[in-house]
C-alpha cells in the first residue's frame, strides 16, 4: 500500500510545483498564467478523487479527509452560486471575489488536502482496520 501513496505524493507533488512555478512566473509573463489553470485542472480533480477514494473506504486521517470532501462541496456550491450571480453584482466585488474563489480558495484546500496525503505517506498506514 505504501506504493499507491508514493505515487499520490509524486503526482500532487509535480503538479502543485508546477502550479506554484508557473503562477510566479505568470507574475511576470503575460498568458502564462494559463499553465498554472491547466496544473490546477489535473490537480483538483486528482485531489477530489483521492479524497473521495479515502472517505469511502476509510482510511487514515478519515476525519480530515472528510473535512477536506465537505469544504470543496461548499466550494463548488459557491461557484456554482458566484457564477448565476455573476450578472448582478458591480465590477469591484466580482474582482475581490475572483481572487477569492479562483486563486485563494483553491489554493488553500489544495494545500491541505497536501499535507494530509503526505502524513499519509509518513504513516506508512493506508487503512484504519
Known amino acids: ?64 479527509r472528510k473535512l477536506h470532501l465537505i469544504l470543496t462541496t461548499i466550494y463548488a456550491v459557491g461557484i456554482g452560486i458566484g457564477a448565476a450571480l455573476a450578472d448582478y453584482v458591480s465590477n469591484k466585488f466580482a474582482l475581490g471575489s475572483y481572487f477569492v474563489f479562483a486563486v485563494a480558495t483553491p489554493s488553500g484546500l489544495a494545500v491541505f488536502y497536501y499535507i494530509i ?8 498506514k493506508l487503512m484504519l482496520v
Do not use: E
Not at 117 to 124: C, I, L, V
Open 1 to 64: 500500500m505504501r506504493f499507491l501513496n508514493s505515487i499520490d505524493l509524486t503526482a500532487q507533488t509535480v503538479l502543485l510545483v508546477f502550479c506554484i512555478v508557473t503562477t510566479v512566473i505568470g507574475i511576470f509573463v503575460d498568458d502564462f498564467i494559463l499553465f498554472t489553470m491547466f496544473g490546477a485542472l489535473i490537480l483538483g480533480p486528482w485531489q477530489l478523487l483521492s479524497s473521495i477514494l479515502g472517505v469511502w473506504t476509510k482510511v487514515v486521517f478519515w476525519n480530515q
Open 117 to 124: 496525503t503526505y502524513k499519509t505517506y509518513r504513516s506508512g
